[in-house]
T-cell receptor, first 114, second 116 residues
């Protein structure tokens, strides 16, 4: 069975500062990894995904994540935070072999301050 | 293309009642998945349908059921509602490919169910 741990339920950064949201996964087989963002009263929007190609994955809105197998991590980063980045971020893991079942982490609420 | 649509957006029911939620996937998508989101349990997978067949199922009681129609629209039903069923129910659709290596799931805005 696979699982996801997101360290830090709340993260606060200043506008223009580096954003780092942590995600560690557990999987018995090579996983597919995803980051989603959720704005208030909305569904989830895919930021990026890792599917065993390049370990550094670039997504939308300037976000990127690096897959590190040795650390079982898939941390999300953005060099410079913008006020519009304030939202909840979810890391998710899925397995291949048919099907679209995702296991989500508990989420990290990102606050961006002036 | 229009996105994933879910109806209704908000719903209030009382304990013991049943409820049906609807999801219309993106045109051409054949996979529809359902998730429950609560503050306590987070996002949990309910089930997935592909071409009218249930392909995956999460760990929910039998009160939670679903189906998919030939036009890929999906419904989920919860019978004998309990207070703990209050949640945001999210539907996601993805293309006709087989798995996560190529699929991208697109989520709808959700249905907010409140059980009183």
């Amino acid at each position: 069975a696979q699982s996801v741990t997101q360290l830090g339920s709340h993260v606060s950064v200043s506008e223009g500062a580096l954003v780092l949201l942590r995600c560690n996964y557990s999987s018995s087989v090579p996983p597919y990894l995803f980051w989603y963002v959720q704005y208030p009263n909305q569904g989830l929007q895919l930021l990026l995904k890792y599917t065993s190609a390049a370990t550094l994955v670039k997504g939308i809105n300037g976000f990127e994540a690096e897959f590190k197998k040795s650390e079982t991590s898939f941390h999300l980063t953005k060099p410079s935070a913008h006020m519009s980045d304030a939202a909840e971020y979810f890391c998710a893991v899925g397995l291949g072999g048919g099907g679209n079942k995702l296991t989500f982490g508990t989420g990290t609420q990102l606050k961006v301050e002036l | 293309k229009a996105g994933v649509t879910q109806t209704p957006r908000y719903l209030i029911k009382t304990r013991g009642q049943q409820v049906t939620l609807s999801c219309s996937p993106i045109s051409g998508h054949r996979s529809v998945s359902w998730y429950q989101q609560t503050p306590g349990q987070g996002l949990q997978f309910l089930f997935e349908y592909f071409s009218e067949t249930q392909r995956n199922k999460g760990n929910f009681p039998g009160r939670f059921s679903g189906r998919q129609f030939s036009n890929s629209r999906s419904e989920m039903n919860v019978s004998t509602l309990e207070l703990g069923d209050s949640a945001l129910y999210l539907c996601a659709s993805s293309s006709e490919n087989r798995d996560l290596s190529t699929d991208t799931q697109y989520f709808g805005p959700g249905t907010r169910l409140t059980v009183l």
